[in-house]
């Protein structure tokens, strides 16, 4: 089996021998946790179809895996559990998913797809340490943020815009000119914009 470069890069921020997937999809990261020696390995997803694959995955590669028809962690027992992924949905969702949780877990590997600034500021108003914070491109470009029980660090307004590593992540860098480029024919028009204002001091520093 093999994964692709966004759940390599999210597998390898993983510690520990426990991990629940939410929102699994078809389950790889799952079935490639077990395969690496993981003890126990939950996966959770609100579609009872997507669930059915990552079982039927599972199978196909003889190993066993938990799993369990919710949304989110809603009723899930995180005994045992050292790392939550959750990728591919909205920032709010996440913040949902992780307000309503039973108990925090060590590590966090979270991959939102919108609402990121949102999801920054609820975890450092809530206590979690943040590790990484940055953006990879595997067809298009994805956040990626490592948090829970790590040191508390804190976020200039830049920071919390556009990522802690915004500045040294290539893939950052990218992203934020594109968006930059796509903004600048109208930027007049968004002069109150802060994030804009943002990106065009971002750009102007570079050249």
Do not use: Q
Not at 8 to 16: A, T, V
Not at 18 to 47: E, F, M, P, Q
Not at 53 to 75: Q, S, W
Not at 150 to 159: H, T
Request: one cysteine or more.
């Amino acid at each position: 089996m093999e994964l692709t470069y966004r759940l390599k890069e999210i597998y390898s921020h993983l510690n520990g021998d426990g991990l629940a997937d939410v929102g699994c999809g078809h389950g790889k990261l799952c079935v490639w946790a077990k395969l690496n020696g993981y003890n126990r390995v939950v996966a959770t997803d609100i579609s009872e179809a997507s669930l059915n694959k990552a079982v039927e995955l599972a199978k196909t590669y003889k190993v066993e895996i938990e799993a369990v028809c919710t949304d989110g962690l809603k009723g899930v027992d995180l005994t045992g559990i050292d790392n939550v992924v959750i990728a591919g949905m909205g920032g709010l969702e996440i913040i949902n998913i992780l307000s309503v949780a039973r108990a925090r877990v060590k590590n966090y590997v979270l991959s939102p797809n919108t609402k990121n600034v949102e999801l920054r500021k609820y975890l450092l108003e809530n206590g979690y340490g943040i590790k990484r914070d940055y953006t990879i491109e595997d067809g298009k470009f994805y956040t990626i943020i490592v948090c829970g029980d790590y040191p508390k660090v804190g976020y200039s307004k830049a920071e919390i815009e556009f990522g802690k590593e915004y500045l040294s992540c290539p893939a950052s860098l990218n992203r934020l000119k594109k968006e930059y480029l796509t903004l600048k024919p109208v930027g007049v028009r968004l002069t109150n914009n802060e994030r804009f204002s943002l990106l065009k001091e971002l750009f102007d520093e570079i050249k």
